[in-house]
């Protein structure tokens, strides 16, 4: 809450705040086990429940995504909606170079949480770009609040990095709740690069 105008509960400025100003964000993700990963502000942690125990006990401690990663995840059956920088940024991972460890390995399952923690373990770059799929979201599909500022907030603490193409989620002044956003999440070299080529200073 920012506001302090008397005799009201909270008005819509203190809800429309950037994620820089978040103070906790975290997910579940279901499968095999069941993991919560969350941050304070003070580092990523993930906790694993114990069905035996019924409780979630610290099973990783301190998460660090890698600097650098191999893996790049992406819905490329949306590669016709893309603009050419996108189109290009994705080209990029696909080609074959070895002095670059190029080409990188696809992996989607088209499940926001369940590529994003595969991508923080592993290291790499999701990524939900701006389409013409859809004239109704031209920005793409996910939202700015409530999707990619808690997923930039968790990857930042773990040493990544979050972008819509051309500067860092967590900086976003949101206009309205349901604001949708592209977003490049992952390691911090693979995001860069990500901009680069969003941006036209890449080819």
Same mark, same amino acid.
Request: glycine letters at 10%; aromatic letters at 12%; a positive charge.
């Given at each position: 809450?920012?506001?302090?105008? +008397? /005799?009201? #509960?909270?008005? @819509?400025? #203190?809800?429309?705040? +950037? ?9 579940? =993700?279901? /499968?095999?086990?069941? =993991?919560?990963?969350? &941050? &304070?502000?003070? /580092?990523? *942690? ?15 401690k301190n998460i660090r995504i890698p600097e650098k990663g191999k893996i790049y995840s992406v819905n490329e059956g949306n590669y016709n909606y893309w603009d050419e920088k996108t189109r290009a940024l994705v080209d990029y991972f696909k080609t074959k170079d070895k002095s670059s460890g190029r080409p990188y390995t696809s992996r989607y399952v088209g499940s926001l949480v369940a590529d994003f923690h595969?991508?923080?373990? !592993?290291? %790499? ?5 701006? #389409? @013409? !799929?859809?004239? !109704? !979201? +031209? ?19 773990? %040493?990544?990095?979050?972008? #819509? /193409? *051309?500067?860092?989620? @967590?900086? =976003?002044?949101?206009?309205?709740? *349901? ?6 999440? %992952?390691?911090? *070299? ?14």
């Amino acid at each position: 809450k920012i506001s302090n105008e +008397p /005799g009201v #509960d909270y008005l @819509l400025s #203190d809800v429309l705040q +950037p994620g820089i100003k978040q103070v906790a964000a975290g997910y579940f =993700i279901y /499968g095999s086990s069941t =993991i919560m990963v969350y &941050t &304070t502000g003070n /580092g990523v *942690h993930g906790f694993t429940l114990y069905p035996s125990v019924g409780e979630f006990l610290l099973s990783h401690k301190n998460i660090r995504i890698p600097e650098k990663g191999k893996i790049y995840s992406v819905n490329e059956g949306n590669y016709n909606y893309w603009d050419e920088k996108t189109r290009a940024l994705v080209d990029y991972f696909k080609t074959k170079d070895k002095s670059s460890g190029r080409p990188y390995t696809s992996r989607y399952v088209g499940s926001l949480v369940a590529d994003f923690h595969r991508n923080l373990l !592993k290291g %790499g770059i999701f990524m939900y770009p701006a #389409d @013409l !799929k859809d004239p !109704k !979201k +031209p920005s793409g599909k996910l939202r700015l609040m409530v999707e990619a500022n808690p997923l930039a907030m968790v990857v930042q603490q773990a %040493g990544g990095y979050a972008s #819509d /193409g *051309h500067g860092p989620i @967590l900086e =976003i002044q949101p206009k309205e709740f *349901h604001q949708r956003t592209p977003l490049f999440i %992952g390691s911090k *070299h693979e995001v860069s690069l990500a901009e680069q080529f969003i941006s036209g200073q890449r080819a």
